[in-house]
């Protein structure tokens, strides 16, 4: 079952049923930022029980709460699924440069999809909206849409303009720089390596499309996330930005392998990403070059190096693991191509949102009550095929009544939690996410810490559960 299953249309009597605004939505045109939110507004009120919409805001230098871009335009967001513990949240943000918009119609047209297959009993779109909280952000440069649609600008829709935001800054390049304090903390071998910007209540001096999405990211338990741009055709992950010993090397990250695999969820979705014989034209070249991704996805630094990105920005400060997507290679096709555009990727949309459920998922607890968001942490080492243990150097901590979602690959892993006043508990796990993407389900594994009163306190040695007999041995 795919993506293309959502759109059923209803019968009676060899009639169609009288249809809402998101029936007759043209989908081979160009929506302005007055239509996108219509379609969004259009969408929550026809699924109105599994959808919500909201706009992002942020604190100025000044303390005063803000939810404008420069031109006095919003982000929206459309929300499906509950907010309940322990469900994973995913996101999709488009339109990052203004003008790469393939993102943004997609993400339009997939909340449509999603709110008519849901009303219309699709196994496919109940899974997707009744096992994750899914956000859809269509645009996080409407100013930047807007110059790139300006009439009376020179280069209107030639893939120049609008690039920025109406500042004249790139949204791509204006996030804390935690790559470069990451390379400085693995030259001197401290930690930590992970939630290296914390304060979401920080007064932002940055751009107020920046502001606001680091705000979003800091104040919600993302566990996946997706940002569309255009101009290639490739899943790009981290780490985007060089490191300074190793210019246009690649730079893995502590979870390359699950990097990996999740950037061919999308990419294995999308035959024209995926096979190499469908490769972009060469900057100032002819068609046909040879294609460079294999496989259609790429380490972000090995192909050009990004500073300040919000890819690394999701991976550094948080617990969200995201993906950079290059939809095709016009950054602004004509309206009458996107049709074509929805099915190469609609199939991959649907493996990307499905991976949200890799690895494990679970509940802390302490003395028998939930911790607090950010008051423990999940450790994981990967066994290696010789029987080696192998430490992940990238942690995730608790979210809201102590659930907590590491996204992993396949293979055996040992995972402890650490709490303060409590003695680390580890157990060992073996995961297979499997090939069918409808029953990919992450593993339930919880911890039950100070649950023994003589374990309390620090330095106590770590509890290990009997799911690690014959795995770790004495010391480890």
């Not at 950079?324 to 602004?332: F, H, I, M, N």
């Not at 074509?340 to 607890?365: C, D, P």
């Amino acid at each position: 079952m795919n993506l293309s299953d959502f759109s059923i249309i209803i019968l009676s009597f060899g009639c169609v049923v009288l249809a809402t605004d998101i029936d007759k939505i043209e989908w081979g045109k160009h929506h302005d930022n007055k239509e996108v939110f219509e379609i969004l507004e259009a969408v929550n009120k026809r699924c109105p029980d599994i959808t919500s919409l909201y706009h992002l805001k942020y604190r100025d230098t000044s303390g005063n709460e803000r939810d404008e871009t420069p031109r006095g335009n919003k982000l929206h967001v459309l929300a499906f699924g509950t907010s309940e513990p322990g469900r994973p949240e995913f996101k999709w943000v488009g339109n990052m440069h203004g003008n790469e918009v393939v993102g943004r119609e997609l993400i339009l047209r997939l909340a449509v999809d999603l709110c008519l297959g849901h009303r219309n009993g699709n196994p496919l779109a109940a899974s997707l909206v009744g096992r994750a909280r899914l956000h859809l952000m269509p645009s996080m440069n409407p100013d930047g849409w807007e110059i790139a649609n300006d009439p009376s600008a020179p280069g209107r829709r030639t893939e120049v303009k609008g690039r920025q935001n109406a500042n004249n800054v790139d949204l791509n390049r204006d996030f804390p720089d935690l790559d470069r304090r990451i390379y400085e903390l693995e030259r001197a071998g401290t930690g930590p390596f992970d939630h290296l910007f914390s304060n979401h209540t920080e007064r932002c001096g940055r751009q107020p499309e920046t502001c606001m999405v680091m705000k979003w990211i800091l104040t919600n338990n993302f566990v996946l996330s997706a940002n569309l741009h255009g101009g290639d055709k490739v899943a790009n992950y981290p780490y985007d930005e060089s490191r300074p010993d190793s210019p246009n090397a690649y730079s893995a990250s502590p979870d390359d392998r699950l990097f990996r695999q999740l950037a061919l969820a999308y990419s294995s979705g999308n035959p024209a990403m995926y096979d190499r014989r469908y490769a972009c034209p060469a900057e100032g070249g002819a068609d046909g070059r040879p294609n460079p991704f294999r496989r259609g996805v790429t380490n972000g630094a090995k192909w050009y190096s990004v500073a300040s990105g919000m890819q690394d920005f999701n991976y550094l400060a948080s617990n969200c693991y995201e993906i950079t997507v290059e939809l095709g290679c016009k950054k602004y096709p004509p309206g009458n191509e996107l049709p074509r555009y929805w099915e190469e990727n609609r199939q991959a949309l649907v493996n990307y949102m499905s991976a949200v459920h890799f690895g494990i998922k679970g509940q802390v607890t302490k003395a028998g009550s939930p911790v607090a968001k950010g008051a423990a942490v999940i450790t994981v080492d990967r066994i290696d095929t010789d029987g080696s243990v192998l430490p992940i150097l990238h942690n995730v901590n608790t979210g809201a009544h102590g659930y907590y979602h590491r996204l992993l690959t396949d293979g055996p892993f040992v995972v402890t939690a650490n709490a303060p006043g409590c003695a680390p508990v580890t157990k060992c796990v073996m995961i297979d996410n499997g090939v069918n993407l409808e029953r990919w389900s992450a593993r339930q594994v919880d911890f039950h810490l100070c649950a023994d009163a003589a374990a309390t306190g620090s330095g106590k040695p770590r509890q290990i559960d009997s799911s690690c007999e014959g795995v770790l041995v004495d010391g480890e």
